[in-house]
T-cell receptor, first 117, second 117 residues
Framework: NAGVTQTPKFQVLKTGQSMTLQCAQD?????MSWYRQDPGMGLRLIHY???????DQGEVPNGYNVSRSTTEDFPLRLLSAAPSQTSVYFC????????????????FGSGTQLSVL | AQTVTQSQPEMSVQEAETVTLSCTYD???????LFWYKQPPSRQMILVIR??????QNATENRFSVNFQKAAKSFSLKISDSQLGDAAMYFC??????????????FGKGTRLSVIA
């Protein structure tokens, strides 16, 4: 299994540009989420989804959009990139919460390093 | 909302010695999970150990063990016989145990561990 796949691994944008960070998982996980990691701040939740067609905001949702049209994919869109969005982005997924012994563990992608100039 | 606090931004340990990383959390829930994740320079998030709140016994995984004090809301990680490969950023994380739905993982800000040869 490929697990959680994030693309691209690195990206440089100019202020105002838009782009989509891709995240796909092949484990039939219901739960998917996006985090950003900044020095000294740990990982902060941007958006998450508990299933296809359902999304919700996390701690730092401003400037980001998500959609969940399929179970496998959970793209993160930056509509107008800003330097404050320079960060490392992680996608993570897990089994349903009712899957005792499985549901609580998150599977992470390898991250996307994004720089906004 | 739940919060996770790691009070040690940086720690160091001599090779083969033991080190303890601290973590405290705040929650009003009785059912939850706690985790320690390791992030080496490769950026990959690696699950080190997990603890279910309903279990009184402290979790152990080879050289890694936790001291879970539920009443004190404390969840420290002990690394025994430290190895050079243990050098990494370590994140403490909390996840609600609600079975009614999937819930996000809340992270601390991390502790950077250096291992001295």
């Amino acid at each position: 299994n490929a697990g959680v796949t994030q693309t691209p691994k690195f990206q440089v944008l100019k202020t105002g540009q838009s782009m989509t960070l891709q995240c796909a998982q092949d484990m039939n996980h219901e739960y998917m989420s996006w985090y950003r990691q900044d020095p000294g701040m740990g990982l902060r939740l941007i958006h998450y989804s508990v299933g296809a067609g359902i999304t919700d905001q996390g701690e730092v949702p401003n400037g980001y959009n998500v959609s969940r049209s399929t179970t496998e994919d959970f793209p993160l869109r930056l509509l107008s990139a800003a330097p404050s969005q320079t960060s490392v982005y992680f996608c993570a997924s897990s089994y349903p919460g009712t899957a005792i012994g499985l549901g609580e563990k998150l599977f992470f992608g390898s991250g996307t390093q994004l720089s906004v100039l | 909302a739940q919060t996770v606090t790691q009070s040690q931004p940086e720690m160091s340990v001599q090779e083969a010695e033991t080190v303890t990383l601290s973590c405290t959390y705040d929650t009003s829930e009785s059912d939850y999970y706690l985790f320690w994740y390791k992030q080496p320079p490769s950026r990959q998030m690696i699950l080190v150990i997990r603890q279910e709140a309903y279990k009184q016994q402290n979790a152990t995984e080879n050289r890694f063990s936790v001291n879970f004090q539920k009443a004190a809301k404390s969840f420290s990680l002990k690394i025994s016989d430290s190895q050079l490969g243990d050098a990494a950023m370590y994140f403490c994380a909390y996840r609600s145990g609600q079975i009614s739905g999937n819930t996000p993982l809340v992270f601390g800000k991390g502790t950077r561990l250096s291992v001295i040869a």
